[in-house]
């Protein structure tokens, strides 16, 4: 229920705002006093509802802050700032040289499909799948040059003390399988890994 409060606080404003008013409803129309505060104070509850939503960041929140931050560094190339929140040195490295073979003009997330975070494993882990778009030109002149691609993005995070870091990822093509584009663990595909 917290994190319905934290995280959806238009639902809870709407179920505690039924509430009120269905027992104020029921106070006019009987007139019993004990009915009529009970309705005040469940519409009195609602911008309480919104103040704690305000207060508290979820991890669910945290991380999807954390994906439109680094959405944003893809997007100016700052490619230092985009694998500053990956946890495994190799895996920065993929993915550095791998952003290194692009000029980004566009990258933006178009949609988050799942943050399902796992609280039972110890640190608490989370899988995200989203789309994203990206217009790019390749940095060598025979590569590609201003294609606007989606793609589906899927990361695996692990927190570690308050933060969140990235300790998988894979794109692949919206629909289909791995393409040439595609790698997942540190090894490409067609490598006989």
């Known amino acids: 229920m917290f994190r319905m409060i934290a995280e959806e606080p238009l639902i809870v ?13 029921g106070w006019l129309r009987t007139g019993n006093k004990p009915v009529a505060v009970a ?4 519409v009195a509850l609602i911008p309480l509802a919104w103040f704690v939503a305000n207060q508290v960041e979820t991890d669910r929140e945290q991380i999807e ?6 959405a944003d560094a893809v997007e100016r ?3 230092d700032s985009a694998v500053t929140v990956i946890a495994d040195p190799e895996l920065e490295a993929r993915a550095r040289l791998e952003l290194q073979n692009w000029e980004f003009e566009l990258a933006k997330v178009t ?17 995200i799948e989203m789309m994203v778009k990206v217009k790019v030109s390749g940095r060598r002149s ?11 993005l899927l990361l695996t995070m692990e927190k570690d ?5 990235i300790t998988e990822y894979q794109h692949l093509p919206i629909l289909g399988g791995p393409d040439k584009f595609s790698s997942y663990g540190g090894s490409r ?5």
């Open 39 to 42: 309705g005040l104070i469940f």
């Open 111 to 127: 949609q988050i499909n799942k943050i399902r975070v796992i609280e039972d494993t110890y640190p608490p882990q989370a899988d």
């Open 77 to 79: 190339n700052d490619h």
């Open 142 to 152: 025979s590569s590609i040059q201003n294609a606007q691609i989606p793609r589906k």
């Open 65 to 70: 802050h954390l994906i439109y931050t680094l």
């Open 13 to 25: 404003s709407l179920m505690l705002g039924a509430m009120g008013f269905g027992l104020l409803y």
């Open 161 to 165: 003390g308050d933060d969140w870091l």
């Open 189 to 193: 595909p067609g490598n006989g890994d």
